[in-house]
């Protein structure tokens, strides 16, 4: 089909049949008309756009109605990938069925997720068998009976989720992450991910997350099957997950007793399937058989031990290291190691014996895989595939541990993590540069890709972002951005408080609370105060918890607690606090009086301590450049306007961004992240200059 075709059916949905179906609740917006245009294009010409679409252009439609018109004239296949679960599902249940709707249909949308997320039938009728004593209640087996009953198996489908899940449960009843374990289960043919697997492969249009694109391209695209467009919403976020997608990992449990453990239960199973088959034609190959799996296990026990030997010589070491620490890399909790380091000592001979035992795993399962190789039944059965996988798991465990002891990769930083008791929980190699990765996934997975978030750009600049993507030298690259429709100069007062100490003083968080419980209490508005560390949001939540006149309900993020049941009570409160981190600060809708009142507590900047960082801030530093102005001024300009972005969600929102960090002022890059942030901002010299702005920018409206 001629772009000119393809301008005229795209821009012919926007003008005429989203109005007409929305009765006047669509306006028409030419930010986001220009922008499906400028995706038309791209998807026609088999080119790579780059797109920063500000809040409240309604850049969701812009790809997913091209998308949908380009799949149905071309008959080719197109994958939406997103980072946030919430925007996910807010494509599959609100915005693709919009715009295939307006778009006149012909085409058939699926959603696939990871494994983990998907329900196991075979999981659930375990627990249900438990009965009333096991379960602990009457609700939680109504939860799996319905969760069982349901059609898509999400664990997030079912109401209750987040009260049920507790992270034994999940690792229960969850799809199994290695196929070995499903290879013959007896409900695999009403599986819940299979099913969603088949589905996706039929589809026109797959949604999906950023991991799962990874794995796919791993595997060769045998998740997803050929696509030609690719559409990439919330690209910032795609160095990230490439890093933890490509980070290797080796914890306590790497041998037995997780999920994806090299050794399960059920690998016992198939090898009793395996040995009973292979004994109807030669009892001597099933004793090979069953000999090579006592071996195996016998293996297996050996290196688990060790495994745990090490971990133990690991806390031992990682604690003496910590009292060193100060606070910020206390709350990391992570550490780099290279070859011979000291958090290594004590340890070699331990390690030397878990890489013999790992490797007597593999070798035993490839001498079951020769025995069961000639048998056709096996082979048909799945059981042959399913022990080559038994066999290729402890070999990347091997590989994988060795490269980890060894630590003389020069392109990856080493580092260990430990849990919030100080236990090492995992050693850890994350490669340095992800951009060649990223850069050839995007260019090659498939004839044209769109990436596109709220924040791509530096002050309009998009050299930082097309580095982190590989995209900086690309010839097929072109960049556009696109402002919101908003009013933000009327609708939003952007506050900053210089009065207050400088964040690193111990007495900064209790002023910063002084602020915020004096606007709270003269604006009776909801209020987020977004977050930078763990430390922060229990700290200020103590602060601002209290009873009397001119109290109000605190809503404080806490470790495992849901962030659904969260945002659910805040929206429920008259006048709330919600005090959050990093999930909070993107992927939040919150308009009108959800939220009139934010918060940014501090810059957030990079932790110039975490493993990754270093190492990257090392590399920008060996090439000549200056780190600051390289990473960490770009990066928190990005999560400054992220974080912004939660607030004036419609055109008919007011509200009040007060950002208490004083470097915004007082430092000598304050000015150019100010102006990169916003086009407005007042400084108070007070805090009774603050609540009088206030009061002034919310005039006589109502306060809830």
Known sequence: METTSLHAAVASVFNDRLPELLRGAFEVRSQQVEMALRVTDALAAERLAVIEAETGLGKSLAYLVPAVVFCRESGRRAVVSTHTRNLQRQLIVKDFPLALSAAGGGVKGAVLMGRANYACRRGIESVLKMGRAGLGSDELAQWLRDLLASETGELESIPGGSRFLSPELRATIACPARETVCARCPRRSDCFMFAARKRALEADVVMVNHALLFSDAAASGALLGPFSALVVDEAHHLEDVATDFFTLRYSPYAVKGAHDSVYSPECDETIAYARAIVAQDSETEAKRVEDSWAAFLAAAREADGKTAELFRVLDRNFREMARRWTREWAESRQVTYGEGAPLLYGGETIAAEISRALARMESSTADIVEVVRAFDALGETGVEGTVRSMREAAGEALARFEFLTTASAEDHVFYVRADESMRVSELAASPVDVSPRLGALL???????????????????????????????????????????FDLAAQRAVLLAPFLPDPSEEIFLVEA?????????????????????????SRLSALLSGEGEGAFPVFAQTEGGSRVDLLDSFRRSAGGVLIGLASFWEGIDLPGELLEVLV???????????????????????????????????????????????????????????ILDRRLWHSHYGESVLRAVTKQSTACDTLDEMIERLSLHFGNTEQR
């Open 600 to 658: 940014i507590l501090k810059l957030p900047f990079l932790v110039p301590g975490q493993p990754v960082v270093q190492a990257r801030t090392r590399r920008v530093v060996d090439a000549g450049e200056d780190a600051f102005e390289r990473m960490f001024i770009p990066d928190v300009v990005l999560k400054l306007r992220q974080g912004m972005g939660r607030l004036i969600r419609t055109g008919s929102d007011r509200g009040a961004v007060i």
């Open 513 to 537: 609370a002084r602020v915020m419980r004096a606007v709270a209490i003269s604006t009776r508005r909801r209020m987020l105060v977004l977050c930078t560390a763990k430390s922060q949001v």
């Open 443 to 485: 260019e090659d997975s498939a004839t044209s890709a769109i990436l596109t978030s709220a924040t791509l750009a530096v002050d309009g600049d998009f050299s930082y972002t097309l580095d982190r993507l590989g995209l900086a030298r690309s010839a097929r690259a072109s960049v556009e951005r696109y402002e919101s429709p």
